[in-house]
């Protein structure tokens, strides 16, 4: 582990264990939930547990305590609490824990006088590194709200507004700032739009929508493209003009982009091969601009889809995350990663043959890099903030948000069972094809490891890391009754929830039933289809892609998406794993000894059976199970293996791949033309 410096150092100065039974961190700005922070502070002995209200914190420390063959007494054994509050408000706090604890408190304020507290909060953690950087660099005086954002702007995200006076300043910037998929605060985002509104260049423009949506910037682009091949094109004649006059803008201002410009052209490519635009139909021949330009010109040969294929190789190659890389760049990655999985296994075979063993050479680079990330970092991941969410027991907290912040709002969430990044990819494609209105905000979330149904969906239902649930982490059964539960604690009552199981059309009609009901404000509804073709597949990842592309045309995801719409919900979709084509390296005989019996992974009732089992597979991985019940003991299949009979190959999860552990979170809606 780098030991941390700047701003981090000065916290971790007052991080010293062995002065209290238990330390109380004070941490209005969420200061001590940075991934460099949460790794230092495991490392200098602490275990670090956000109190959420006194129930929940008794119930934690419970377990905790058990889990370390503890007393219940507030001071436990082994890793030092260290118990930390959202507020800095001491007349709110329960007074044995006062009395108990060493009070610390942590503030943006105190680590960076001199700048606007209100633009410094709305940063992510690791933005400050930047700001910490700049300051002592510059040691200036004191600035005002608008001189922070600016400075801000400039030291943090590269963005000096009043330099932006030409289309290909602004896209260079807007590209920048979306490829890289970076947050930005919305105070910062208006800033920018304040700037560039006093001058008449990009009056036309629609600024307030393209400089802080992704999507709508996306969408900005890609109604665009169409235009810009037409005036690429050797034969700019009556034809292309009837064309181009017959085409659409939802914007109408401006109707051509300079995607040519070589500060734009670069972006552009990397749009187009990770997915983040769609190729068009064009006739490749008037085209006079050179070879870039056809990444943008569909082509549904498998020529066509291997070239793309080769071109996104090539861009992933240098892509991967560093090894110091934070959660939301390899979030990212999973994406690209499953973009180039979409087009491999959309190739046929025979033209796949010549690349197999190289892309087999990058899945193991692969694997190797996130495995060693996951070990380092994994742990610290489920006491991140809920916005953005970053693992699935985060999401009823992100949608409760927003919930409170529309009280007449209503909300689905489809938990897609099973459902990896690059099968949704499939099912995405399908669903354009059929409801071309449909808009994707498109995220990710990371899984519970083991990456297994009873543990990480009901993670989703419960709001809450699996140890909550212990009495049912081996069944599902429960989740109805944690789904209210977590909603009750928001205010909710019985008759405003409603939980529903889905497989197939015959389920609409049951739904719409339910839904009708007036009090109804949160659904939660599971879709099994695409884990029960996982558990019958025997052609590998090629025949899940086939699979779930037939479900999806078949048309009941459609169907079930304008039903939701249609009744007035805001739709989410998400899923508690993916899965990964794998090969059997022999399966254990333990008989009734194991609890859960995984092709990639197996679940036990205490250390003895798993060690029993390892003794006999040493390759395989016990897991260390951060967030587990203390009676849950997890034996991992290593690679992209299974517990199967040798040579076998199955499709199955529970493991820690990519695949496996990072699964979409999408926000479908209809788009307003």
């Known amino acids: 582990m780098v030991e941390p410096c700047g701003w981090r150092k000065r916290i971790l100065a007052d991080l010293v264990s ?21 790794e230092a502070i495991r490392g200098r002995g602490f275990e670090l547990l956000t109190f959420e209200d006194p129930a929940a914190f008794r119930l934690a420390h419970e377990l905790r305590s058990r889990q370390r063959g503890t007393s219940k007494d507030v001071d436990g054994d082994g890793a030092e609490l260290l118990l930390r509050f959202d507020h800095d408000d001491l007349a709110a706090t329960p007074y044995d824990l006062l009395r108990a604890g060493r009070p610390l408190r942590f503030g943006l304020s105190e680590l960076f006088p001199g700048l606007s507290h209100a633009v410094l909060a709305a940063l992510d953690t690791a933005d400050l590194d930047a700001v910490d950087r700049a300051r002592r660099r510059r040691k200036s005086k004191a600035l005002g709200e608008n001189a922070t954002k600016d400075f801000v702007l400039q030291y943090v995200f590269g963005i000096q507004a009043n330099d932006i006076r030409s289309p290909a300043d602004l896209l260079h910037v807007l590209l ?74 939802s914007i109408g201002e401006p109707t051509q982009l300079p995607f040519d410009h070589p500060d734009v052209r670069p972006y552009v490519v990397s749009l187009f091969l990770e997915g983040k635009l769609a190729p068009v139909p064009h006739a490749p021949r008037t085209v006079r601009h050179g070879g870039w330009i056809s990444v943008g010109i569909r082509s549904d040969s498998d020529a066509g889809r291997l070239r ?125 094809s059929q ?11 990371f899984a519970w490891v083991p990456t297994i149904t009873s543990v990480s969906r009901q993670a989703i239902f419960a709001g809450r890391p699996p140890f909550y649930f212990e009495a049912s982490i081996h069944t599902t059964e429960k989740e109805a009754s944690l789904w209210s539960r977590f909603w009750a604690e928001h205010g909710l009552s019985e008759r405003e929830v409603a939980y529903l199981k889905g497989r197939d059309d015959s389920r609409i009609g049951e739904l719409q039933q339910r839904i009708s009901e007036p009090l109804l404000r949160v659904l939660g509804l599971v879709v099994n289809k695409v884990d029960d073709i996982m558990h019958g597949m025997e052609l590998g990842t090629s025949g899940m892609h086939n699979q779930v592309r037939q479900w999806a045309e078949e048309g009941y995801p459609a169907a079930l998406v304008d039903t939701l719409l249609d009744s007035g919900f805001d739709v989410f979709l998400t899923s508690d794993h993916g899965n990964i084509e794998a090969t059997g390296f022999g399966r254990p005989s333990e008989g009734a000894l194991v609890s859960t019996r995984g092709k990639r992974a197996r679940l036990y ?69």
Request: net charge negative; charged share 30%.
């Open 18 to 38: 062995g002065v209290a039974p238990l330390t109380l961190a004070f941490d209005p700005d969420g200061l001590l939930l940075d991934e460099e922070m949460l």
């Open 176 to 249: 920048r700032r979306h490829c890289r998929d970076r947050r930005m605060p919305r105070l910062l985002d208006e800033r920018v739009v304040e700037v560039l509104r006093r001058g008449e260049t990009f009056a036309s423009w629609p600024l307030e929508p393209v400089v802080p949506n992704r999507e709508a910037f996306f969408a900005f682009l890609q109604e665009r493209w169409p235009g810009f091949l037409d005036s690429a094109g050797e034969d700019d004649g009556p034809a292309h003009q009837e064309a181009a006059a017959k085409r659409s803008l």
């Open 308 to 432: 793309r294929f080769k071109m996104l190789w090539a861009h992933i190659e240098d892509a991967f995350p560093a090894a110091s890389a934070r959660h939301p760049d390899w979030l990212a990655f999973s994406w690209r990663w499953a973009h180039l999985s979409h087009l491999w296994w959309a190739t046929q075979a025979s033209a796949r043959r010549e690349s197999s063993e190289r892309i087999d050479r990058l899945r193991a680079r692969l694997d190797e890099a996130f495995g060693t990330w996951v070990e380092e970092r994994y742990a610290g991941l489920h006491n991140q903030p809920p916005d953005p969410p970053a693992m699935v027991h985060h999401l009823p907290r992100y949608l409760a948000r927003r919930l409170e912040d529309a009280p007449g709002r209503k909300i689905a969430l489809v938990v897609v069972d099973g459902l990896a990044l690059d099968q949704w990819l499939v099912l995405r494609d399908v669903l354009a």
């Open 435 to 445: 409801r071309p209105a449909l808009g994707f905000r498109s995220n990710a979330v």
């Open 605 to 673: 009732t205490d250390t003895a059976l798993r060690d029993r089992v390892l003794e006999q597979f040493p390759e395989a991985v016990a897991w260390p199970g951060p967030g587990l019940p203390d009676d849950c003991h997890t034996l991992l299949a290593p690679g992209r293996t299974a517990f199967a009979p040798t040579g076998d190959r199955t499709v199955s999860h529970g493991g820690v791949s990519l695949e496996e552990l990072v699964v979409p979170f999408i926000e479908i809606e209809r788009q307003r033309r």
